[in-house]
């Protein structure tokens, strides 16, 4: 069963899911040097730490790696002013 705007125990008594109402949501996702938006994932992700995900160009074929996995979303929350906020850090 579902539980709508109500706080909820997950399990046991430690981590309690909540919610948060957002203002405007963003996909980040990656560009490459030569213009293209067509960068997808490889598929291959490096189990270093951090891990390390890999990204390849569909138009020039460029392969790189980044600790990010994109695309994902970014939030911006409504009882927040203007300031965007990362959903875990990312650097
Ligand atoms: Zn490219």
Do not use: W
């Amino acid at each position: 069963m579902i539980q709508i705007n109500a706080s909820r125990t997950i399990n046991e008594n430690h981590l309690i899911e909540n919610r948060r109402k957002v203002k405007s949501i963003h996909n980040v996702f990656l560009t490459c040097s030569c213009g293209s938006q067509r960068v997808e994932p490889t598929g291959m992700v490096y189990t270093t730490y951090p891990v390390l995900y890999e990204y390849i160009c569909m138009e020039c074929g460029k392969v790189e790696t980044s600790r990010v996995s994109y695309p994902y979303l970014d939030y911006e929350y409504e009882d927040e002013d203007d300031e965007s906020t990362k959903e875990t850090d990312r650097s």
